[in-house]
Each structure stands twice: as C-alpha cells, then as structure tokens.
C-alpha cells in the first residue's frame, strides 16, 4: 500500500457502527514519516493524516497533527494501542491538543434525544476528569438539555451536533490532547457505555459512584476519580471523590 493513502479521508462502506477518533499532537516528524510508519504496520486504510492550524508547536516539535482514525466500534480496543504506539514515536501533546471522538449515529437515529439528552447529563463528570482549560472556545459546555433548542452550526461545544449533518455523527470534543492507550481506551468505554443505556437519565450526575453504578461500569470508578483529582481538586468534595 502505498502511504499517500493515508492523506485521503475515510468513510464507511458498511453500515456496521464505527467510532472515529481525531488525535491532535505536536510531533519531531512529518507527516511522511508517520504515514510510512502506518502503512508499515497495515492500518493505513483506517487513518488520515491533515494539518491543524490551532495546534501550537514547540521548539523540538515543529510538526503539528491530526490524525484521523476510522475503526469498527468492536475493534478499537485492538487497533487504537497500535496506531497510538506509533504516534508516540517523536510525539507528544500539548494544552492545544485536544482527543475527538465521533459517534455514528446512522443506526441510531430512532434514539438521538436519548443519546443527546445523556451525555448531556454526563456533562459534569466528563468535564471534571479533564483540564478546566477544555472549556474554553472549542469545547465549551452544552446548555440546552434539548436538541432541538442546539445551534447546530455552531461546533465549538464539547458535544457537537454540528458534525451529524456531515458526518451522521456526534462528536464529542471534551478530552483534553493524549497519546496514552489506557486513557483513550477507558474514554472510548466511558462514552460507549453513555451512548448505549437505553434510559432517559433525567438530571445532571455530578457524583461519580452514582454515574458508574447507573452505567454499569464500576470497573472505571477508580479511574474516574483519579482524574479528577488531578484536574479538578478543587472540586473533590463536589463529585464525592
């Protein structure tokens, strides 16, 4: 394969549910030498290499990236450790990075206030395991807990709708910049595990043993916690960590 295919966009050819996922580092190479890299290791048919103008470069970290990577939601936990190995080859992330990841929502349309309503309810404790810098103009806080009520031109929020008119997805903007597996893999259960209870949470969850347990994913409580005690000590007695 050659690696200029890892300069082309991809898209579903089936209508088997797929998550994509936008990595935003600073790296000590361009983007020639990742897509041989890529290609090497036979992944590059799910990535994109593009430039992004908002990510700030360092003195040793000339190179500004985003990598695009489209994966079966069934897969992920197998492909994501390795294309993030070969990001972290040279690369690292700064506070202008950010980790996208867009939810397909072709077949499940029937349930987009459903899935909006509760990641909207999930907003409080997604916030608090990330940077409070996250909230600034490109990932800013959802207000409206109906979708109808969403400017849906407007994609500057951490959960974008803007991107179901494009992408059939929602996007979710809120993670702050990382190449590490285990982060990116327990944000993927976390957001998975929202997108997938099948009932309407009625209210903002602010504490984390609440949201874990009605989630049915105690296995992350201890994970949740730690972060936000790293970037949200102030607001420790708050989330109840």
């Given at each position: 394969m050659n690696f200029e295919t890892c300069f082309i966009e991809k898209y579903p050819k089936d209508l088997k549910r797929y998550l994509g996922l936008e990595f935003e580092f600073i790296s000590k190479h361009g983007s020639e030498y990742l897509a041989k890299k890529i290609v090497k290791a036979n992944l590059g048919h799910l990535v994109e290499i593009k430039g992004d103008?908002?990510?700030?470069?360092?003195?040793?970290?000339?190179?500004?990236?985003?990598?695009?990577?489209?994966?079966?939601?069934?897969?992920?936990?197998?492909?994501?450790?390795?294309?993030?190995?070969?990001?972290?080859?040279?690369?690292?992330?700064?506070?202008?990075?950010?980790?996208?990841?867009?939810?397909?929502?072709?077949?499940?349309?029937?349930?987009l206030q459903l899935i909006y309503n509760n990641l909207f309810c999930a907003q409080p404790i997604l916030y608090a395991m990330n940077p409070v810098s996250r909230q600034n103009r490109f990932a800013k806080k959802q207000q409206f807990k109906k979708i109808e009520l969403v400017k849906r031109w407007r994609r500057n929020f951490g959960i974008n709708i803007c991107s179901l008119e494009t992408k059939n997805t929602i996007e979710v903007r809120i993670h702050s910049g990382t190449l590490h597996t285990e982060s990116v893999l327990n944000w993927i259960e976390i957001l998975l595990a929202i997108v997938r209870y099948d009932k309407l949470i009625l209210a903002r969850i602010k504490q984390s043993n609440i949201f874990c347990k009605k989630l049915n994913i105690n296995n992350m409580l201890h994970y949740i916690n730690d972060k936000i005690k790293i970037y949200n000590s102030q607001l420790r007695k708050i989330y109840n960590v």
């Open positions: 103008g908002s990510i700030q470069q360092e003195n040793q970290y000339p190179f500004t990236h985003e990598v695009t990577v489209l994966v079966l939601e069934k897969e992920y936990q197998l492909i994501i450790p390795k294309i993030l190995k070969i990001l972290r080859d040279g690369g690292k992330v700064n506070e202008s990075c950010g980790l996208h990841i867009h939810i397909d929502m072709r077949s499940r349309k029937q349930n």
